[in-house]
Antibody, heavy 119, light 107 residues
Framework: EVQLVESGGGLVKPGGSLRLSCAAS????????MSWVRQAPGKGLEWIGR??????????DYAASVKGRLSVSRDDSKNTLYLQMNSLKTEDTGMYYC??????????WGQGTLVTVSS | DIQMTQSPSSLSASVGDRVTITCRAS??????FGWYQQKPGKAPKRLVY???SLQNGVPSRFSGSGSGTEFTLTISSLQPEDFATYYC?????????FGQGTKLEIK
């Protein structure tokens, strides 16, 4: 059974940092390009970043709204995807989902982890 | 960035109706395009990839079509479980961009 399980969300003050994790199982994580997608409360979906497989260079791309503050990384030895979030703003509040990159035929999503940025 | 303009933003329909949702891209996408369904409190789920390919397990009443800059999702006969919010996504160019969503409600 495929599972993507996010963790690490919570309440953080503006300017603070948080690291989200996404533990993958049930598919070949090492070959997968992975993305993070977020959703502000009551709003639509926003793609925020992607990391290629290490075999494809392990490079990253980001949305302009998060570039320089959020960064995606992976540890294939742990089958885990990360989202390091620095200099957090109130507008970063929302549900954060990890997902296989849309370029893949398979479509896997985690259940999401909630990040609240508030003083 | 590629802008995805999705219409309508909301739609009321009845069980059994045929429904079409449209996404227009600000530039051509080849076939790097898909449709997603999201129900309240749940993660999104992809219905269609590469414009017209149905994801495994998705009922055949869903279909995708289009090319270039205009794409459509059609539900041929609405079922109660189809009432949800639908999003399009382009992954031709970074940053990937979603449409703003179409909320499909029961009439």
């Amino acid at each position: 059974e495929v599972q993507l399980v996010e963790s690490g969300g919570g309440l953080v003050k503006p300017g603070g940092s948080l690291r989200l994790s996404c533990a993958a199982s049930g598919f070949t994580f090492t070959k997968a390009w992975m993305s993070w997608v977020r959703q502000a409360p009551g709003k639509g979906l926003e793609w925020i970043g992607r990391i290629k497989s290490n075999a494809d260079g392990g490079t990253t791309d980001y949305a302009a709204s998060v570039k320089g503050r959020l960064s995606v990384s992976r540890d294939d030895s742990k089958n885990t995807l990360y989202l390091q979030m620095n200099s957090l703003k109130t507008e970063d509040t929302g549900m954060y989902y990890c997902t296989t990159d849309p370029a893949h035929i398979n479509d896997f999503w985690g259940q999401g982890t909630l990040v609240t940025v508030s003083s | 960035d590629i802008q995805m303009t999705q219409s309508p933003s909301s739609l009321s329909a009845s069980v059994g109706d045929r429904v079409t949702i449209t996404c227009r891209a600000s530039q051509g996408l080849r076939n790097d395009f898909g449709w997603y369904q999201q129900k309240p409190g749940k993660a999104p789920k992809r219905l269609v990839y590469t414009v017209s390919s149905l994801q495994n397990g998705v009922p055949s009443r869903f279909s995708g079509s289009g090319s270039g800059t205009e794409f459509t999702l059609t539900i041929s006969s609405l079922q109660p479980e189809d009432f949800a919010t639908y999003y399009c996504l382009q992954h031709n160019t970074y940053p990937y961009t979603f449409g703003q969503g179409t909320k499909l409600e029961i009439k």
